[in-house]
């Protein structure tokens, strides 16, 4: 079994700031209350661009730093749980803007695990063919499944998209991947269709809806199992790890996870204070932000760790 290395990364916002005092307008809420309970400060919507729009800014970008061709590229996957169509996938749309003209090309739904997801199923895909290089995007606008009267969501989540190139090596990749069924639904958006002909009752109810207090405690538990199993999995310790890049949701779990592991709060990336819960985007923005910004260099060892929606839960350690 090969492992993989990321060759180039990518990553995209759109322009519009969302500040925590704007929702003052809409909703009963404070800058104080989501900054305290969160770290979130703003975030930002996509007021001109779509899912699909945003992972090609980010997939163009993380392509161009690699400087792959793109016919060398057999692999696209998207992780999103917001994509603009059921069918093509994002992934079969961004083929044709990338140069790419022939390669396996599809989207998967695993909520904010998505990326750590796709990642995984892209080593597993490429170690079965013969092909070199990937593309893995974490891709959301999640402004459109927001119910904006709601403010135990609407304050939380935000748009953006974040891509990696990445290429087969010898060496062994360490990936750790869970999902459980959510039997209470505590974090879900329904698929709404257009034809309710032989439906008795119609759902109408599209938005993201969250218990958030059992999600929090399923967080604790669900970080701090993924870095322990896929530590283990490779025999390193949390202090051989240069950066942990974890799901971006909320500062007080990463605050516990340092906690559980002893660990000094520098060691982890976060961006949530600017960006707010970009669910599948959140890691791959983070990881790019932080290869672009230097906090990462060859030969570190980055450990990202995902959780959310399925509910689901995943892990990786990848040598930069
Ligand atoms: O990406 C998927 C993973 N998602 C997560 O990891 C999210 C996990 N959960 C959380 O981050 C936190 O549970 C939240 C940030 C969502 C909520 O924080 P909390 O400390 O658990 O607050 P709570 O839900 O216990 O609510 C406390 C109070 C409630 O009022 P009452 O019932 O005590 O009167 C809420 O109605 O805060 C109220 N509240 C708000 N107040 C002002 C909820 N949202 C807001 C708001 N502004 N936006």
Same mark, same amino acid.
């Given at each position: ?20 005092d704007?929702?003052k307008?809409i909703i009963?809420?404070? $800058? ?5 309970? *969160? ?9 001109n ?7 090609l ?5 993380a392509?161009?730093d690699?400087k792959v061709?793109?016919?060398e ?8 749980? =917001? ?6 996938s994002t ?15 599809f989207d998967?739904s695993a909520?904010c695990?998505?990326?750590v997801?796709a990642l ?6 490429l ?13 959301e606008?999640?402004?459109?499944l ?10 939380l ?6 891509? #990696?190139?990445i290429?087969? *090596?010898?060496?062994?990749?360490y ?6 069924t959510?039997?209470?639904n505590?974090l ?10 032989f439906l008795? =009752? ?8 969250m218990d958030?207090?059992?999600v929090?405690?399923?967080?604790l $538990?669900? #970080?701090s $199992? ?7 999995? =490779?025999?390193?310790? #949390?202090?051989?790890? $240069?950066?942990?890049?974890p799901?971006?949701?909320n500062?007080?779990?990463?605050? =516990?996870?340092?906690k559980?592991?002893?660990?000094d709060?520098?060691?982890?990336y976060?961006n ?9 985007a959140?890691i791959?923005i983070?990881?790019?932000e ?5 906090k ?5 060892? #980055? ?18």
């Amino acid at each position: 079994m090969s492992g993989i290395k990321i060759v180039g990364y990518g990553h995209f916002v759109p322009e519009t700031t969302i500040y925590n005092d704007d929702f003052k307008a809409i909703i009963d809420t404070s $800058d104080e209350w989501i900054s305290s309970r *969160t770290g979130i400060k703003e975030r930002r919507v996509a007021v001109n661009e779509t899912t699909t729009e945003l992972a090609l800014r980010a997939a163009k970008m993380a392509l161009e730093d690699s400087k792959v061709d793109p016919s060398e590229i057999g692999l696209v996957i998207t992780a999103t749980m =917001s994509p603009d169509s059921f069918t093509p996938s994002t992934s079969s749309k961004l083929l044709g803007e990338l140069g790419i003209k022939q390669a396996m090309a599809f989207d998967i739904s695993a909520a904010c695990s998505g990326f750590v997801y796709a990642l995984n199923i892209a080593t597993a895909l490429l170690n079965q063919n013969n092909k070199e290089y990937a593309i893995v995007i974490g891709t959301e606008c999640l402004s459109e499944l927001l119910d904006y009267s709601d403010r135990t969501t609407c304050v939380l989540f935000g748009d953006g998209a974040g891509a #990696v190139v990445i290429k087969k *090596t010898a060496d062994a990749g360490y990936f750790y991947a869970m999902s459980k069924t959510d039997t209470e639904n505590i974090l879900y958006a329904k698929a709404i269709r257009g034809n309710d002909l032989f439906l008795n =009752s119609k759902s109408t109810d599209y938005h993201l809806r969250m218990d958030g207090r059992k999600v929090y405690k399923f967080a604790l $538990d669900a #970080v701090s $199992d993924a870095i322990s199993q896929v530590l283990e999995m =490779s025999g390193l310790n #949390v202090n051989d790890i $240069d950066l942990f890049i974890p799901h971006q949701a909320n500062e007080r779990i990463i605050m =516990s996870v340092c906690k559980h592991f002893d660990l000094d709060f520098n060691k982890f990336y976060l961006n949530l204070e600017r960006y707010g819960n970009t669910s599948a985007a959140s890691i791959p923005i983070a990881l790019s932000e932080a290869y672009h910004g230097g906090k990462i260099k060859p030969g570190n060892r #980055v450990l990202l760790v995902g959780f959310g929606a399925g509910l689901t839960w995943a892990s990786t350690i990848l040598k930069i």
